[in-house]
């Protein structure tokens, strides 16, 4: 039977190797137990998405039994998966992660903040020591600018990370993860 160790130890490998070169800025930060405690919690909060696959599973499952029954009697899982699986619904989904991306991933600046207002630009000095001279940047160090944009080019708001990646890390890992174990939730089902 197939073990859910098996995906843990996918998910850490696609946290390791695709979610964070996708949403974080290359170099050290010296932040290091920030950071562990962030990872920890995305992790734990990525394990639970897909694990809710399992539930999801159920649902389809008592919605079409004799079809479920008879894949699973018959061991078919790539039948199981077509079966889940509603195209329509995932676009659905991803451009929802997008937009729930492009919301609750702005950084958040007062308006006396921004660069260029006058308050900003007056005497205030950043932890440089030199005011905010140069109003074209509107993107912070550290900050993905919105996708395709450069940090003096990006306009609109200040995004924590691209949405585009987020979107593309839940098409790409997220659903699938989540539909393997919907399948051998399933396959496990009749037992």
């Known amino acids: ?22 949403i974080t800025q290359p170099g050290d930060d010296n932040n290091y137990g920030s950071a562990g405690v962030l990872d920890v ?15 999801v599973a159920e649902a389809k499952f008592q919605a079409q039994p004799q079809e ?3 894949l699973i009697r018959a061991r ?25 991306a ?12 921004q660069p260029g207002s006058s308050s900003a630009s007056s005497n205030d000095s950043g932890s440089n020591g030199e005011g905010s001279s140069d109003s074209s940047d509107t993107h912070l160090p550290g900050l993905l600018p919105p996708q395709g944009l450069s940090s003096k080019e990006a ?4 995004l924590k990370v691209s949405p585009d ?6 098409e790409r890992w997220v659903m699938p993860l989540t539909k393997e174990v919907e399948v051998q939730y399933l396959l496990a089902r009749l037992g």
């Open 76 to 100: 078919d899982a790539q039948a199981i998966l077509h079966l889940l699986t509603d195209k329509a619904v995932e676009q659905r989904v991803i451009e929802r992660v997008r937009l729930k």
């Open 165 to 170: 990646v987020v979107a593309a890390l839940y």
């Open 155 to 158: 306009a609109g708001p200040r």
């Open 102 to 113: 492009a919301t609750f991933g702005q950084d958040i600046v007062a308006p006396s903040q």
């Open 1 to 22: 039977m197939w073990h859910y160790a098996k995906l843990e130890t996918e998910l850490m490998r696609v946290y390791l190797q695709e979610v964070l070169p996708g």
């Open 41 to 55: 919690l995305c992790l734990q909060a990525l394990s639970k998405r897909i694990h809710y696959g399992k539930f």
């Open 68 to 70: 479920y029954e008879r």
